[in-house]
């Protein structure tokens, strides 16, 4: 059915271009707007003030201010939510500039998943619309080429933690690091604007390590996306135990990683193609997001670092919520449902932060259309943050919580994140790599 409704689509943005739909051209202040949103101004909402605590017993004041998700997770006494000011999260400003420079370049193509003239920075900076039937699309292309992690970065150490979410038992811990390299459209280190040689035209590796747990020390997973987003992603897993390096196969990245409730699809709240979804734009609203400032946050005591950092701290109801604040900011509403009728889930329901293109909510949905799993990456101003993070433009994901409500299980994140180059040579993004044991 969903290939059949592919096809309808592809007709239908065909019919688009054939009758001369097209969005107006953007203009250097839809630029401004996209990067500098709250300008002249941050959003408002009845009563909601900076040090407002949401909980059970006002809740109901606050709901249309609020993810569906997270007003029942407050209405049911599972969690509190604490509001902070709405703050400007600037991103670096040569990727801004690159997105001056490059306006209106960038064009869809025929089908989802082509893009025609990209050079860098944001594509597609105009303010969406409910009338440009491909503005989800759009959308989606935003975020792959957003700043997220900025032109490379590392969580190192990166905690997980598997939890009951009823008796608050911790069944597991992992401990990882995690690196990120765009290959392609660098803006800030050297070198730029692309690695080379770069002879396969990769736009992004992700590199993972585990370090504990030793059952699963050692296993490492690579990810090499291409620039052109119809080819597959090339991804393999080296099992410590096997000491062999496997290619995975494509239905593996929707598999549980390493028995946990995250998919490798989820990670940074989506990690697949464009043209592995079918997007629509559902809306623009103001609403609460995870944004805060790590070093203003009450912090955890656990696992102490050499350097004084301190993670974000869990709690609320089985220790699946991440201890921090919230900001009532812009965001645009996308839905994307996969193309793939085996696919385990039927949508996802994203809230794209309007400024950083980051995705720190997102609802997933099972085959049925019922909520499986609610997905919250916290995201912490840099500039509030490890001293090397200061003034990179990047906003920093911080912290996470991926609570599966129908299992009533929950994995958590305590991140490390470092926008350090030394922490990422090319190296470590290489099947070499992964035989070599590091």
């Known amino acids: 059915m969903k290939r059949i409704a592919k096809s309808i689509t592809s007709v239908a943005v065909a019919a688009a271009f054939t009758t001369g739909v097209a969005a107006q051209a953007a203009t250097l202040e839809d630029v401004e707007q996209s990067f500098f949103p709250y300008k002249e101004g941050t959003p408002s909402f009845a009563g909601l003030q900076p040090g407002t605590v949401i909980d059970q017993s006002n809740v109901d004041q606050f709901k249309d201010a609020l993810v569906s998700a997270d007003y029942q997770f407050i209405k049911d006494g599972w969690t509190t939510m604490t509001v902070g000011e709405t703050t400007s999260f600037d991103l670096h400003p040569n990727y801004i500039e690159l997105t001056r420079k490059n306006l209106n370049q960038a064009k869809l193509g025929g089908e989802v998943g082509q893009i025609e003239n990209f050079d860098g920075g944001r594509p597609f900076p105009e303010e969406p619309s409910a009338d440009d039937p491909r ?131 989820d990670f940074e709240g989506y990690n697949g193609r464009v043209s592995d979804m079918n997007w629509t734009f559902k809306g623009t609203v103001n609403v609460m997001l995870p944004f805060y400032n790590h070093n203003d946050l009450e912090l955890a005591e656990e696992h102490p670092t050499d350097d004084g950092y301190r993670f974000v701290a869990m709690g609320g109801k089985g220790g699946c919520f991440p201890q921090i604040t919230w900001q009532l900011r812009k965001a645009y509403v996308l839905e994307s449902d996969p193309v793939d009728d085996n696919h385990p889930i039927s949508k996802r329901v994203h809230y794209i932060d309007a400024q950083t293109y980051t995705i720190p909510r997102t609802l997933i949905y099972d085959r049925k259309g019922d909520l499986w799993k609610s997905f919250t990456i916290g995201q912490a101003h840099p500039d509030h943050h490890m001293e090397k993070n200061k003034g990179s433009g990047v906003s ?11 299992s009533q299980h929950c994995t958590t994140g305590q991140f490390k994140g470092q926008i350090d180059p030394a922490m990422n040579p090319e190296r470590l993004f290489t099947v070499q790599n992964m035989r070599s044991g590091r």
């Open 396 to 406: 920093i994901d911080d912290s996470f919580g991926m609570i599966d409500v129908q």
């Open 135 to 265: 503005a989800g699309e759009k959308l989606a292309w935003n975020y792959k080429y957003g700043y997220n992690w900025g032109d490379n970065a590392a969580i190192d150490p990166f905690y997980w933690k598997f939890r009951d979410l009823k008796s608050g038992k911790l069944e597991r811990t992992i401990m990882f690091d995690f690196h990120f390299l765009n290959f392609k459209y660098r803006v800030n280190q050297e070198p730029i604007p692309e690695v080379t040689p770069n002879p396969q035209e990769l736009f992004r590796g992700i590199y993972v390590n585990v370090n504990e747990p030793f059952d699963v020390k050692n296993t490492q997973l690579l990810i090499h996306r291409f620039d052109d987003d119809l080819k597959r992603d090339n991804a393999w897993l080296y099992l410590g135990f096997q000491r062999r390096v496997r290619r995975l196969a494509t239905g593996q990245i929707t598999d549980s990683f390493l028995g946990s409730d995250l998919m490798i699809e």
